[in-house]
């Protein structure tokens, strides 16, 4: 087994072939993410065909992410596809859809803007790089003098920090993109502008019994605010640095991710760090020196999985881009490789037989100088029980169903196995030997740490652990 880091690749225009996607799941992609505020379903459902094509045919487990784009604010379109803002100007963002955008004004998605913009407050498009101050309004408009310049395109992004928005986090769009995702089996489904674990309620409302992983993207203050309440809620995190660095002074990013990864870490909860990553390797087959680091310090800071954006989406290099957060993620698991699980501060052990089990799993491991831990799963618990511990020893997950092996995609240090349906302990201990071997991982005399619930087949009932000398 490689890298216990786990990448997820976006999927885009210039990923969107057989070819390319064998490629990056051959150079270290686990999970591909679908950007649902681009594409149609057909497109969609497209790609999800390609996947499934890729991974039967390379015979791994590949999990796949749609990410639904919430209440994004944009501008519109313009007459010529951008117009050059200059600071000082004027500038007018109308609510009415049919204004055409010219240098003067343009149209807005946010039909609140008059009702929550206030006057002296100031907003920013594209991410940041256009700021705008409201210096006056109308019945469907408001006026800005801008303070930050820029060449703004059609369709761009708006935020507007430190107000809080009258529309709803869950659109009706998200809701028929939702209904789509749950009709295609994806594995997980990451929630945009999440502002209180409100949202993640309605959002589960919604999944009602689909087996579906929920990601809760941290990209508003609130959500800052909120984040033990969301914690209880998802299945994962993903920072989202693009919105956030925009929604909070920039400089204030860098502390907000670390103590979200401790906080995650803490409490046990999948974390997956995103935005700008390898930003530069869009353009360029190489990444900056500060990009590097910044995956690196990510991974040690204990981000369960990097992801890629524009990087693999649109990028000239998707697969170049998935090859150096490979080679990035096995450096900066060496400086991990030299600490044990007592050497850094434990997630909180909860006072349940099936945390108790996977606590005790890493440990013995460590203690008995064990090449892996076993873990025979029906829902995929048990492995990731044991995963938030990132113990120092892989964790080879078996199941008997496809889509469990599919959702420990994600998981750290986990690599989901499909195996038979076993029905007793002999039959266990057998396969888990076998799978050792076949891996190459064990030879005999070695010790294996295997983990299981018994009676079989009983859901959350994580209660055996046995250290095995291979023979």
């Known amino acids: 087994m490689g890298k216990r880091t786990k990448i997820v690749a976006t999927l ?9 996607i064998c490629e990056l799941i051959d150079n270290g992609a686990n999970v591909f993410r679908l950007n649902f505020s681009h594409g149609t379903h057909e497109v969609h459902a497209a790609l999800i065909n390609l996947i499934h094509e890729a991974t039967k045919k390379l015979n791994r487990h590949i999990g796949i992410l749609g990410d639904l784009c919430g209440p994004k604010i944009r501008v519109g379109k313009f007459a010529n596809g951008s117009v050059v803002l200059k600071e000082g100007q004027t500038f ?7 204004v055409i955008g010219g240098e003067k004004h343009v149209s807005t998605s946010y039909q609140y803007l008059v009702k929550d913009v206030v006057i002296d407050s100031t907003i920013f498009l594209d991410d940041g790089n256009i700021a705008l101050k409201a210096i006056g309004k109308g019945p469907d408009w408001v006026s800005f003098i801008v303070t930050q310049g820029g060449t703004l395109k059609d369709n761009k992004g708006m935020n507007i920090p430190g107000i809080k928005l009258s529309v709803e986090t869950i659109t009706e769009k998200d809701k028929a993109d939702l209904r789509f995702i749950i009709e295609q089996k994806l594995d997980f489904v990451a929630l945009s502008f999440v502002r209180s674990g409100n949202d993640l309620v309605e959002l589960r409302k919604l999944i009602g019994e689909a087996p579906i992983r929920v990601v809760a993207k941290i ?6 605010d909120d984040l033990e309440a969301i914690l209880g809620l998802t299945d994962a995190v993903m920072i989202a640095r693009g919105d956030l660095g925009v929604e909070v002074p920039i400089e204030q990013v860098p502390a907000i991710q670390k103590h979200i990864l401790e906080r995650c870490y803490r409490r046990g909860i999948l974390a997956i760090t995103a935005t700008q990553m390898l930003e530069s390797m869009i353009a360029n087959q190489r990444p900056t020196r500060a990009e590097t680091t910044d995956v690196f310090n990510a991974i040690l ?26 080679a990035i993620a096995t450096e900066a698991e060496k400086v991990l490789s030299q600490h044990t699980t007592s050497d850094h501060i434990l997630p909180e052990v909860k006072h349940e037989v099936e945390d108790i089990v996977a606590h005790a799993a890493c440990e013995a491991a460590e203690n008995a100088g064990s090449r892996a831990i076993i873990a025979f799963t029906n829902s995929g ?7 938030k511990y990132h113990p120092s020893v892989p964790v080879f997950a078996l199941s008997p169903f496809d889509n469990v092996c599919r959702r420990l995609s994600l998981s750290w240090g986990v690599e989901p196995i499909l195996s038979a349906d076993l029905r007793n302990t002999d039959e266990m201990f057998t396969v888990a030997e076998r799978t050792m071997k076949e891996q ?13 619930g018994v009676p079989f087949g009983v859901k959350g009932n994580t209660n055996m652990m046995k250290l095995h000398k291979v023979s």
């Open 219 to 224: 990209e508003k203050p609130e959500a800052v």
């Open 12 to 20: 885009g225009p210039t990923s969107n072939t057989m070819e390319t």
């Open 301 to 326: 800071d204990g981000t369960d999985a990097v992801m890629l954006s524009g990087e693999t989406a649109v990028g000239k290099y998707p697969v170049a881009a998935v090859k150096m957060m490979l």
């Open 440 to 452: 190459h991982l064990v030879k005999t005399g070695d010790v294996i740490v295997i983990v299981a």
């Open 92 to 98: 007018t963002l109308s609510q009415d859809q049919g």
């Open 381 to 387: 618990n048990t492995a990731r029980n044991i995963s």
